[in-house]
Protein backbone atom coordinates (compact mmCIF):
# COMPACT_ATOMS: atom_id res chain seq x y z
CA UNK A 1 0.00 0.00 0.00
CA UNK A 2 1.00 3.57 -0.51
CA UNK A 3 2.34 6.12 1.71
CA UNK A 4 0.68 9.19 3.06
CA UNK A 5 2.43 12.26 4.16
CA UNK A 6 -0.09 14.68 6.22
CA UNK A 7 0.74 18.09 8.09
CA UNK A 8 0.58 16.84 11.77
CA UNK A 9 -1.78 19.82 12.42
CA UNK A 10 -4.36 22.49 11.33
CA UNK A 11 -6.56 24.97 12.97
CA UNK A 12 -9.76 26.28 11.47
CA UNK A 13 -12.07 28.71 12.45
CA UNK A 14 -15.86 27.04 13.29
CA UNK A 15 -18.71 27.41 10.62
CA UNK A 16 -15.50 27.61 8.06
CA UNK A 17 -14.67 25.12 5.71
CA UNK A 18 -11.85 22.84 6.84
CA UNK A 19 -9.19 21.39 3.81
CA UNK A 20 -7.17 18.69 4.88
CA UNK A 21 -4.40 17.93 2.31
CA UNK A 22 -2.65 14.52 2.03
CA UNK A 23 0.12 13.59 -0.13
CA UNK A 24 0.10 10.15 -1.43
CA UNK A 25 2.63 10.22 -4.47
CA UNK A 26 3.47 6.69 -5.19
CA UNK A 27 -0.32 5.11 -5.58
CA UNK A 28 -0.75 2.86 -7.87
CA UNK A 29 -4.29 2.77 -10.44
CA UNK A 30 -6.03 0.65 -8.36
CA UNK A 31 -5.59 1.44 -5.16
CA UNK A 32 -8.29 3.83 -3.47
CA UNK A 33 -7.86 6.83 -0.95
CA UNK A 34 -9.76 6.52 2.33
CA UNK A 35 -10.40 9.16 4.95
CA UNK A 36 -10.99 8.67 8.65
CA UNK A 37 -10.83 10.67 11.64
CA UNK A 38 -10.77 9.76 15.63
CA UNK A 39 -12.14 12.18 17.75
CA UNK A 40 -10.23 11.65 21.62
CA UNK A 41 -9.35 7.92 21.86
CA UNK A 42 -12.46 6.39 20.50
CA UNK A 43 -11.94 4.16 17.68
CA UNK A 44 -11.59 5.55 14.20
CA UNK A 45 -14.78 6.35 12.46
CA UNK A 46 -15.18 6.19 8.75
CA UNK A 47 -15.87 9.41 6.35
CA UNK A 48 -15.04 8.77 2.79
CA UNK A 49 -13.08 6.92 0.22
CA UNK A 50 -12.52 7.63 -3.57
CA UNK A 51 -10.42 6.02 -6.37
CA UNK A 52 -10.56 8.74 -9.51
CA UNK A 53 -13.32 10.64 -9.48
CA UNK A 54 -14.17 13.32 -6.56
CA UNK A 55 -16.69 12.15 -4.13
CA UNK A 56 -19.34 14.13 -1.84
CA UNK A 57 -21.29 12.02 0.87
CA UNK A 58 -23.00 13.91 4.56
CA UNK A 59 -19.83 14.34 5.86
CA UNK A 60 -17.66 15.46 3.80
CA UNK A 61 -16.37 16.20 0.01
CA UNK A 62 -13.00 14.15 -0.87
CA UNK A 63 -11.01 15.96 -4.07
CA UNK A 64 -8.77 13.94 -5.81
CA UNK A 65 -6.42 15.53 -8.22
CA UNK A 66 -6.11 14.31 -11.61
CA UNK A 67 -2.87 12.44 -11.54
CA UNK A 68 -4.05 10.86 -8.17
CA UNK A 69 -0.78 11.70 -6.22
CA UNK A 70 -2.60 14.12 -4.03
CA UNK A 71 -6.13 14.65 -2.37
CA UNK A 72 -8.03 16.96 -0.33
CA UNK A 73 -10.85 16.26 2.58
CA UNK A 74 -13.06 19.00 2.85
CA UNK A 75 -15.57 19.68 5.88
CA UNK A 76 -17.42 22.23 4.21
CA UNK A 77 -18.93 23.78 7.75
CA UNK A 78 -16.45 22.97 10.35
CA UNK A 79 -17.96 22.75 13.89
CA UNK A 80 -16.53 22.58 17.38
CA UNK A 81 -17.51 18.43 17.17
CA UNK A 82 -15.02 18.30 13.96
CA UNK A 83 -11.96 18.85 16.14
CA UNK A 84 -10.17 15.59 15.81
CA UNK A 85 -7.23 13.56 13.88
CA UNK A 86 -7.73 12.90 10.48
CA UNK A 87 -6.17 9.88 8.56
CA UNK A 88 -5.75 9.59 5.28
CA UNK A 89 -4.69 5.63 4.04
CA UNK A 90 -4.36 4.34 0.84
CA UNK A 91 -5.69 0.92 0.26
CA UNK A 92 -5.97 -1.74 -2.43
CA UNK A 93 -8.67 -2.94 -0.13
CA UNK A 94 -9.68 -3.30 3.38
CA UNK A 95 -9.11 -6.72 3.73
CA UNK A 96 -5.67 -7.06 4.04
CA UNK A 97 -2.82 -5.75 6.07
CA UNK A 98 -3.34 -1.35 6.66
CA UNK A 99 -1.64 1.01 8.65
CA UNK A 100 -2.86 4.33 9.78
CA UNK A 101 0.25 6.74 9.90
CA UNK A 102 -0.32 10.04 12.96
CA UNK A 103 -2.84 11.86 10.81
CA UNK A 104 -3.31 15.94 11.23
CA UNK A 105 -4.75 16.54 14.43
CA UNK A 106 -7.37 19.19 12.95
CA UNK A 107 -8.42 21.95 15.68
CA UNK A 108 -11.41 23.66 15.25
CA UNK A 109 -11.67 27.24 17.24
CA UNK A 110 -14.71 29.33 17.95
CA UNK B 1 -27.56 -2.27 16.94
CA UNK B 2 -24.56 -2.82 14.71
CA UNK B 3 -21.38 -2.20 16.70
CA UNK B 4 -18.13 -3.80 17.14
CA UNK B 5 -17.45 -4.63 20.82
CA UNK B 6 -14.66 -5.29 23.06
CA UNK B 7 -13.76 -6.06 26.28
CA UNK B 8 -12.51 -5.10 28.94
CA UNK B 9 -12.30 -1.25 28.01
CA UNK B 10 -9.22 -0.92 30.50
CA UNK B 11 -7.08 -3.48 31.73
CA UNK B 12 -4.20 -3.27 34.25
CA UNK B 13 -2.03 -6.41 34.49
CA UNK B 14 1.59 -7.29 35.63
CA UNK B 15 4.35 -8.84 33.40
CA UNK B 16 4.15 -12.39 32.25
CA UNK B 17 0.26 -13.00 33.23
CA UNK B 18 -1.61 -14.11 30.48
CA UNK B 19 -4.50 -11.95 28.65
CA UNK B 20 -7.34 -12.34 26.63
CA UNK B 21 -8.77 -9.12 24.92
CA UNK B 22 -12.24 -9.94 23.98
CA UNK B 23 -13.60 -8.74 19.69
CA UNK B 24 -17.04 -8.81 18.89
CA UNK B 25 -19.23 -8.17 15.95
CA UNK B 26 -22.95 -8.70 15.06
CA UNK B 27 -22.61 -8.12 11.43
CA UNK B 28 -21.55 -10.99 9.91
CA UNK B 29 -18.16 -9.93 8.35
CA UNK B 30 -16.27 -11.94 7.47
CA UNK B 31 -12.87 -9.44 8.11
CA UNK B 32 -11.58 -8.61 11.69
CA UNK B 33 -8.48 -6.74 12.33
CA UNK B 34 -6.40 -5.79 15.40
CA UNK B 35 -4.47 -2.53 15.96
CA UNK B 36 -2.06 -1.32 18.35
CA UNK B 37 -1.84 2.89 19.41
CA UNK B 38 1.14 4.24 20.68
CA UNK B 39 1.87 8.20 20.95
CA UNK B 40 3.70 8.92 17.98
CA UNK B 41 3.28 5.94 15.76
CA UNK B 42 -0.40 6.01 14.57
CA UNK B 43 -2.55 3.10 14.36
CA UNK B 44 -0.42 -0.15 13.74
CA UNK B 45 -1.83 -3.66 12.56
CA UNK B 46 -1.05 -6.47 14.74
CA UNK B 47 -2.93 -9.45 12.57
CA UNK B 48 -6.15 -9.22 10.36
CA UNK B 49 -8.32 -12.69 9.71
CA UNK B 50 -10.03 -13.03 6.45
CA UNK B 51 -12.48 -15.21 7.25
CA UNK B 52 -13.16 -18.40 9.75
CA UNK B 53 -9.67 -20.20 10.69
CA UNK B 54 -8.25 -17.91 9.01
CA UNK B 55 -5.47 -15.38 10.39
CA UNK B 56 -2.79 -13.69 8.94
CA UNK B 57 0.81 -11.44 10.26
CA UNK B 58 -0.04 -7.55 10.70
CA UNK B 59 2.89 -5.18 10.61
CA UNK B 60 3.38 -5.96 14.69
CA UNK B 61 2.60 -9.19 15.37
CA UNK B 62 5.67 -9.80 18.20
CA UNK B 63 4.05 -11.01 21.13
CA UNK B 64 0.41 -11.73 20.03
CA UNK B 65 -1.58 -14.61 19.63
CA UNK B 66 -5.01 -14.72 17.59
CA UNK B 67 -7.70 -17.06 16.91
CA UNK B 68 -10.79 -17.19 14.66
CA UNK B 69 -13.08 -20.20 15.70
CA UNK B 70 -16.03 -18.11 15.27
CA UNK B 71 -17.22 -15.74 12.43
CA UNK B 72 -18.38 -13.12 15.14
CA UNK B 73 -15.56 -13.37 17.35
CA UNK B 74 -11.55 -12.16 17.24
CA UNK B 75 -9.99 -12.29 20.65
CA UNK B 76 -6.54 -11.34 21.01
CA UNK B 77 -4.11 -12.60 23.41
CA UNK B 78 -0.94 -11.99 24.79
CA UNK B 79 0.59 -14.94 26.60
CA UNK B 80 3.10 -13.39 28.78
CA UNK B 81 2.38 -9.62 28.45
CA UNK B 82 5.74 -7.40 28.74
CA UNK B 83 5.50 -3.76 29.56
CA UNK B 84 5.99 -2.45 25.59
CA UNK B 85 3.12 -4.36 24.96
CA UNK B 86 1.13 -0.81 26.99
CA UNK B 87 -1.30 0.40 24.69
CA UNK B 88 -4.34 1.28 23.39
CA UNK B 89 -6.05 -1.47 21.18
CA UNK B 90 -8.56 -1.62 18.84
CA UNK B 91 -10.44 -4.49 16.85
CA UNK B 92 -12.22 -3.51 13.34
CA UNK B 93 -14.58 -5.77 10.90
CA UNK B 94 -15.38 -4.74 7.46
CA UNK B 95 -17.83 -7.22 5.05
CA UNK B 96 -15.85 -8.70 1.96
CA UNK B 97 -17.61 -8.70 -1.10
CA UNK B 98 -17.89 -11.55 -3.72
CA UNK B 99 -15.01 -12.50 -5.30
CA UNK B 100 -14.14 -10.17 -8.41
CA UNK B 101 -15.08 -7.08 -6.59
CA UNK B 102 -12.08 -5.22 -4.73
CA UNK B 103 -13.10 -5.00 -0.59
CA UNK B 104 -13.69 -1.32 -0.08
CA UNK B 105 -16.47 -1.52 2.59
CA UNK B 106 -15.09 0.87 5.47
CA UNK B 107 -13.99 -0.67 8.44
CA UNK B 108 -16.20 -0.54 11.60
CA UNK B 109 -14.04 -0.10 14.73
CA UNK B 110 -14.81 -1.24 18.35
CA UNK B 111 -14.23 1.54 21.52
CA UNK B 112 -10.64 0.33 22.08
CA UNK B 113 -9.36 -1.61 25.29
CA UNK B 114 -6.62 0.78 27.16
CA UNK B 115 -3.96 -2.22 28.27
CA UNK B 116 -1.19 -1.15 30.90
CA UNK B 117 1.58 -3.91 31.65
CA UNK B 118 3.54 -3.09 35.16
Known amino acids: DAKTTQPPSMDCAEGRAANLPCNHS???????VYWYRQIHSQGPQYIIHGLKNNETNEMASLIITEDRKSSTLILPHATLRDTAVYYC???????????FGDGTTLTVKP | EAQVTQNPRYLITVTGKKLTVTCSQN?????MSWYRQDPGLGLRQIYYSMNVEVTDKGDVPEGYKVSRKEKRNFPLILESPSPNQTSLYFC?????????????????FGNGTRLTVT
Open chain 2, 92 to 108: ASTPLLALGQSYNSPLH
Open chain 1, 89 to 99: IVLLDNAGKST
Open chain 1, 26 to 32: TISGNEY
Open chain 2, 27 to 31: MNHEY
